[in-house]
């Protein structure tokens, strides 16, 4: 067994083969809320026992900035989890200054999550606004489902990110620390270069997620019991939509 403080392996992990975004129907997210110094303490721990995501900034600290755009319909029925979106969430992403944009859609069922995405020049964006996407464009199975489903932006997410990947045996399991989360109302349909400015959703700390294939790894379930970390439901688009009087808390009918 792979001692929890040392790598679980350091055969090459795929940058941005998260989890969730594997050949598994689905994969694992846990949540967690925490303080400044557990957060200290848990990239403490990364650093010694898993292998950093090489797109970490070193002027940054190996960190990197994330901007989402978040879709929903004009009742909000992503943000009141009505049964009919499925547990889907779309949404557009940029990784820091990139001209490149990723389509999302994850899916969550309980505890696991699952993704389909892609990535398209930012100048394309407007093809979602209904300018006439052409015949065999990549990512039309984004467009007919914000067609379908009457999407639009609503809200803006910016955060720094710290991530981290680690394998044990067929298994892969991800770690990421989100600190310096900002919201701000959606501008129409585009996302944000780095930088973008916004109202704080997290007074202090981070929200740290941990992603895996299988049952929780070893390494994970130390971590969790030595820092007696507690997993949270923190969500930032709907915080957003809270913090920016988007949408009052709750879900619709209770």
Request: glycine residues 12%.
């Amino acid at each position: 067994m792979n001692s929890p403080d040392r790598p679980a392996s350091r055969a090459p992990v795929p940058a941005a083969a998260s989890p969730s975004l594997s050949a598994a129907a689905r994969a694992f997210e846990l949540k967690f809320l925490v303080g400044d110094g557990t957060a200290r303490a848990i990239e403490s721990w990364a650093d010694r026992a898993m292998i950093p995501d090489p797109h970490g900034e070193p002027a940054r600290g190996g960190a990197y900035e994330v901007t989402t755009v978040y879709l929903d319909t004009p009742a909000l029925d992503v943000f009141h989890r009505a049964p009919e979106t499925g547990g889907d969430k779309h949404r557009l992403r940029r990784y820091g200054g990139s001209g490149d944009l990723w389509l999302e859609r994850k899916t969550r069922a309980g505890e696991r999550v699952s993704k389909r995405r892609d990535r398209i020049p930012d100048v394309e964006v407007g093809w979602l606004a209904g300018a006439g996407a052409p015949a065999g464009w990549g990512p039309a199975w984004f467009l007919d489902e914000v067609e379908g489903r009457l999407l639009r932006p609503v809200a803006a997410v910016a955060y720094l990110r710290r991530a981290y990947f680690g394998a044990s045996g067929p298994g892969r399991f991800r770690l990421t620390l989100d600190r310096e989360i900002q919201g701000a109302r959606a501008s129409g349909w585009s996302v944000p270069v780095a930088g973008g400015r916004g109202c704080r959703l997290l007074a202090e700390g981070a929200v740290c997620e941990l992603k895996f294939t299988d049952s929780l790894p070893a390494q994970f379930r130390a971590l969790v019991s030595d820092l007696g970390l507690s997993s949270s439901g923190f969500s930032k688009y709907r915080r957003a939509c809270v913090e920016l009087g988007l949408a009052e808390g709750g879900t619709r009918g209770g």
